[in-house]
């Protein structure tokens, strides 16, 4: 699997890293089509990435993998069982209701970011600690952020795809300098894929709130 399969820009590309890339563009579009097999896919491709990254001395990006890889099981469940309570007007009671495409309120969002800024220092500073990584501040920010993003997809919250854009821009600046070539291509896809992800998901809001408007 490390073997070469073809070089890009002088720079040889695995096997590995190819199969992990096709895999992951297939895995993105089925989250922006909410279609719950993105979670299987999900658990594959990062259990590929991780070995890769690994490989790569990007120990961030590897353990955020193997997060990936453990919370595709909780997300599948959320996609096929997952429930969000709503509040029922008629009755002032809170029902819980098959999960949705949603958006957070402004407490949720000061919540998410700060919650993002607090595992960027716990991230940095514990692989500076415990890794030679020699970017342990930019891995860490990509690690925090992927970590908040993935639990706002689990949970259908549509911030989940501006954060991916953030970490997705970063990275592929973080993979450039590792000579990942490959995988920063896939990353520029990425950000294409979360740019059509939030405007899918937005229109599915949209809709969704006028159905429910009284």
């Known amino acids: 699997m490390l073997d070469t399969a073809f070089t890009l820009l002088g720079t040889a590309v695995t096997w590995l890293e190819l199969i992990a890339f096709v895999l992951a563009i297939v895995n993105i579009a089925c989250n922006v089509g909410e279609i719950h097999w993105a979670w299987p896919l999900t658990f594959i491709t990062s259990l590929l990435y991780a070995w890769l990254f690994f490989a790569s001395q990007l120990y961030g990006e590897a353990g955020v993998n193997i997060f990936f890889a453990a919370s595709a099981i909780w997300g599948w469940w959320q ?30 969002w000061q919540t998410t970011l700060l919650a993002w800024a607090l595992l960027w220092v716990a991230c940095s500073v514990l692989l500076h600690a415990i890794t030679d990584s020699n970017v342990p501040i930019v891995d860490g920010f990509v690690t925090a952020g992927s970590l908040v993003s993935t639990i706002l997809l689990g949970r259908k919250y549509i911030e989940n795809w501006p954060l991916w854009l953030i970490v997705n821009a970063v990275s592929i600046a973080l993979f450039v300098y590792k000579d990942l070539h490959l995988t920063a291509i896939l990353y520029a896809i990425f950000m294409g894929l979360a740019i059509w992800g939030w405007r899918v998901w937005w229109h599915k809001l949209a809709a969704h709130k006028k159905f429910n408007s009284p």
Not at 85 to 102: G, I
């Open 79 to 108: 996609w096929l069982r997952g429930v969000r309570p709503t509040q029922d007007s008629a009755k002032e009671s809170t029902l819980p209701v098959p999960l949705a495409v949603a958006s957070l309120d402004a407490q949720a």
